[in-house]
Nanobody, 128 residues
Framework: QLLLVESGGGSVQDGGSLRLSCAAS????????MGWFRQLPGKEREGVAT???????NYADSVKGRFTISQDNVKNTLYLQMDSLKPEDTAMYYC??????????????????????WGQGTQVTVTS
């Protein structure tokens, strides 16, 4: 089993920055994909960014150039640095893990069934 715990959400003004963290515990497979998703009430969960066990990253077009996904393999922690935040970035953010497989090719096309483990989510609110 893999346990994921997010932190770092909060409220920030338009143009501000936040860094989300996702601490992973349990077994660590040699091949995996870690991802960040976000969800608004009543909407589908949408993919934001991914990073795989080789360090390759991919982003949704809506966040490209503003968000950066990274991982610290010593601390078993996934990060999402979010800069130039906009009110439309307001959502619940979730981290997710997909084990023994690499990442889906298109971030925007990812869905819940593509990942095996999920965190509980952390709220990000961007005010104008």
């Amino acid at each position: 089993q893999l346990l994921l715990v997010e932190s770092g959400g909060g409220s920030v003004q338009d143009g501000g920055s936040l860094r989300l963290s996702c601490a992973a515990s349990g077994y660590t497979p040699n091949r995996y994909c870690m991802g960040w998703f976000r969800q608004l009430p009543g909407k589908e969960r949408e993919g934001v960014a991914t990073i795989d066990s080789y360090g390759s990253t991919n982003y949704a077009d809506s966040v490209k150039g503003r968000f950066t996904i990274s991982q610290d393999n010593v601390k078993n922690t996934l990060y999402l640095q979010m800069d130039s935040l906009k009110p439309e970035d307001t959502a619940m953010y979730y981290c997710a893990a997909r084990v023994w497989r690499l990442c889906p090719t298109v971030v925007e096309a990812m869905s819940r069934i593509d990942f095996d483990y999920w965190g509980q989510g952390t709220q990000v609110t961007v005010t104008s």
